[in-house]
């Protein structure tokens, strides 16, 4: 971005942290930011959590951030994966967790917190056999409607997941099945 665009943007209210490495869809908006002590930033905008990442910045979308903590702060994030498909249903696997300290947070962790519990439509837990999966509608950030998740526990029959996941998003798709 060139510095006059910078300069118009802050100009105008954005909130862009200066030297942001993250390349913004049109109309994609910084709403809060908080710098990471190793480098980067934080950046929440509508579509995602933008990250630090090799050198430069990438989001992950609000539905598939699995889990979002903040204590001692240090900012935690498990992303999710997608791994496969069941039907319309998209099957998630949580990636390791990430970790990074916030020395001046701000709104941030408060600001992920809302988005991802705003993306969340519904969701159930089901036991199956010795584990059992979260199955999780959620909004999509920038598409309508909403994708059906599950998150199989490790050593869950997967198989069995999917064939569930299948059965349940036929009927959210065509609910008088």
């Known amino acids: 971005m060139g510095s006059r665009v910078r300069f118009l943007r802050r100009l105008l209210g954005d909130r862009t942290p200066a030297g942001f490495a993250g390349d913004l869809e049109p109309g994609e908006d910084v709403l809060d930011s908080a710098p990471v002590e190793d480098g980067g930033h934080l950046v929440v905008t509508q579509l ?6 090799d050198g430069g910045a ?3 979308g609000w539905h598939l951030v699995g889990k979002a903590a903040w204590a001692d702060g240090v900012f935690t994030l498990t992303e999710s994966a997608e791994v496969g498909t069941a039907g319309t249903a998209v099957v998630l696997a949580d990636l390791p967790p990430a970790r990074f300290r916030l020395p001046a947070p701000g709104k941030v962790p408060h600001q992920v917190r809302l ?10 837990r089901q036991e199956i056999g010795a584990g059992g999966a979260w199955f999780v509608q959620r909004k999509v950030p920038g598409r309508d409607g909403s994708v059906l998740q599950v998150r199989p526990d490790p050593g869950t029959d997967v198989t069995l997941v999917g064939a569930i996941a299948e059965q349940v998003a036929a009927k959210l798709v065509n609910p008088a099945e």
């Open 58 to 60: 990438r989001r992950v």
């Open 48 to 53: 995602g959590l933008w990250i630090p990442a």
């Open 115 to 124: 988005r991802v519990d705003g993306s969340v439509r519904s969701r159930h």
